[in-house]
Every structure is written in C-alpha cells, then in structure tokens.
C-alpha cells in the first residue's frame, strides 16, 4: 500500500505535498519522496523514514517550484529501500524530463521489464513506477508518441493498479489503471491551486474543495493553459466493462473520514458492522469492544444495530514509530503489547463482542484476546468484518504469501481454537456485497481469489 500526492499551480507546491503526504501517512511509513520543478528543472528528494522526517524546513526551503509530486511508501514489491522509493525520475538529453509517482502493483511487471531491457532501457530499481515511467518515455522518445499518447500506449500493455501522477518541467498529469483499483481523487483550492491525492482526507487537510475522482482509464492534463480531461481510447472502456475497486479500502485500509469509490468510508465500516449483528440474533453480552482504530466504525455499526452498548475497552497507542510496523514476525508479535493496553478493571466478569476488521495471520488477535483473557473477562464473541482472507493480493497490498494465511490453513472451527474465543463469525461475502452502493464494482479476489486481472506472472 502507498500513498501518491500531486500539486499544480503554488509556488509553495512541496510544502502543500509534505502537508498532503503527512495526511496519508498510513498508507506508506517506510520511505518518501518528492520531485518538484520550477520550470527549468525537476529536483528530486526521497529517503528512507517518515514525512515530517524527511521534509524538514530546511529541506523544503531547497525544493522550490509550482509543481510537484510525492510517495509514501509501503514496499509491496521491491525490497525496502532508497532505490525503490518513489517518485522515478527519467532525464533525457533531447526531450522532457519526466517524474512519476505510482500506487498499486503491476501484473505483467517482468515481461514489460524484460521487453525494456531488449530495448536497451536500463533500471536502478525493482519497483512498478520506474517501469511505469520508463515505458512512458520510450514510447515518447523510440516511438515518436506524445505523452498522452505514451500513456494511452502503456494503458493498453501493462496491466495492473496504478494510480499514478507525472510531472514534467511544465506540467502534471494525473491518470488511474482502467479497473481503478486504488483510489484516487482530486479538487482545487480557493486559489486554483490543483492538488490530486490517494485519499480525500489529504484534500481535505489541504482545504481543495470541488474533489473528484479520476475516472477509470482517465488521464488529466493540467498545464498553464488549463485543465484538459482526455478521453481514452474506446476499445479500452469495452474491454473492461466495470471498475474493480479494492473492497479492502473500504473495510480497511482507507482513513474513515475519506470519500471514494462513490462512497464515504465510515459509513461502509458501520454497515459492515449492522451486517455482522443482523447475523447474530439472540447473542447478549455487556459490550461491543472494537479492535481500534480500523474496526471503531464496524463496532459502531455493530453496537447501534444489536443494541449492545459500545466500549472502548481497548486503548492503542499511536505514537510507536514504524520500527513496530516493520514486517518482520518477532517484531510483530512484540508490537501486540506496545500497541495496545486494556481500560483498567474494565473486562473483569464481561461478557463481550470483539470486533476487528479482518484476520490474516491471527496473530495480533490471538494476542488481544489472550490480554483480555489475562484481564478476567468471562465471554469473547470475536466478530470478523469481512470474509476470510484466503488468497494473497497481487494490486498493491502486502498480503502474505497464501501458505501465511490462517483462513487458508485452518477451519473455522480451528481458527476459533487457535484464536481462544468462544464463539466467531466472519462476514459472508454476500453480506459484504450489501454492506456498499454498487457490489459489482469491487475486487473481492483475497477472499474467493477470483482475480479480476489475473495474478503476477513472469
Ligand atoms: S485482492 Fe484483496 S486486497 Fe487486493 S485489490 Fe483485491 S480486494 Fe483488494
């Protein structure tokens, strides 16, 4: 998962993108980058480490320029480290120098790379924007196309989610792959300032009003001759009759207080949770106990339809650096207990609903509800917001490999054992499907692997 930020049109276009980026901080916290141009040249700057890390004053103060485009970065493929951060910057002697900043994953990422490198294109990285913009380029420079051309060209052959934004020294483009897997949108500020963001939430901070999302397939043009939405070839529209947006965003991933695939995210959340108590008629207990911050929304659906009290019984701490982010296991588990801590003499002789969004390898639910256990609690109903997650995801979430999944591995029955609860549901995926506006829109493929674009290959 990353976070992609792209500004037009204010000469303090890096402020407004470190400001920008800082909002979608969760969508990426192991490396950033910006590129900014100021007409004559594009400066580039990324490191390994967080925003308000990265872009201090003093490194804001040497990125000066009208334009500019920025990443956040969670690795999904490519290792983690400086080469693979985002953006990619391509120089050319002769032509335009382009930046590019990507979220999502590419399908068909190493035969385009080997197609490339038979072409005598050269990478320093492993990751999908290099690619992304390096065939861009080659398109504009061995192939004689313009850029919208070229990126027409590179929609038709690499497939895959990719939200993307490109500047060159004297304008931005904004585009999104034609099943729009990642979300994507953009508005303008009071001073017609354009500013285009993985999530609205980032808008919001930077006070754009008008926000929209990019359309399927579309591209945007915005130069000092204005704001150009180009339609993109037909046969394209045709051969993908409907977007598939990643359902994950919404039970998940996404800031709740974000807007996208024609939806506000919270109120999906409390659906999810109404659907999971409509499934359980009869159930008492003394609360609804969601797993914070990503299930609070799906126990107060959960609470408001069972007419459970909610509670927040389990306090996180938001402040522990991404060094208990990182992916490795033993820092994971350690990261269960720095995380989270209970309401003291809150869980004593309770009966309670346990709320979380998903499971996907059961460890940081085991490890709650083994504190909970600790804490005297008399009954545990673990309630899951989704189906089980079965099948890895290949469009840019760190899913873990399938063998990783404990839905994969184990029955229901067994994933209750393993989890120490005493009763447990999942949601079932027709209920999933009422739970937003237009269900067959979505990417459902962790859960019943039907894969709207096939998987990664060679
Ligand atoms: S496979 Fe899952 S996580 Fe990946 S895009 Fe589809 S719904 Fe989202």
Redesign the pocket.
Known sequence: MCGILGVFGNPSAARLTSLGLFAIQHRGQESCGMAVSDGKVIRLRKKMGLIKEVFTEAELDQLPGSIAIGHVRYPTKGSATEFNTQPHLVETLAGPTYALASNGDIVNYHAMRRFLEENNVYFKSDNDGELLVKYIAYQVMRQGDGIIEAIRHMMRDIKGAYSTVLCTRDALYMFRDPHS?RPMVWGKMQDGTVVVASESCALDTLGAIDRQEIPSAGIIKVSDEGIRVIENDPALYRSVPNPRH???EQIYFSRPDSYHFGEDVFRVREALGAALAKADPGLKADYVVPVPDSANFIGLGYSNEAKIPLSLGLIRNHYIGRTFIKPEQTIRDESVRQKFNLLPNFFKDKSVVLIDDSIVRGTTIRKIVELIKRAGVKEVHLRIGSPQVKYS?Y?G?D?PSKEELIANRFDLEQIRERTGVDSLKFLEINDLRTCVQKPEDY????FNGDYPLGVAGD
């Open positions: 897997i990643c359902i994950f995801c469009y979430i899913t990417c459902y493929a962790c």
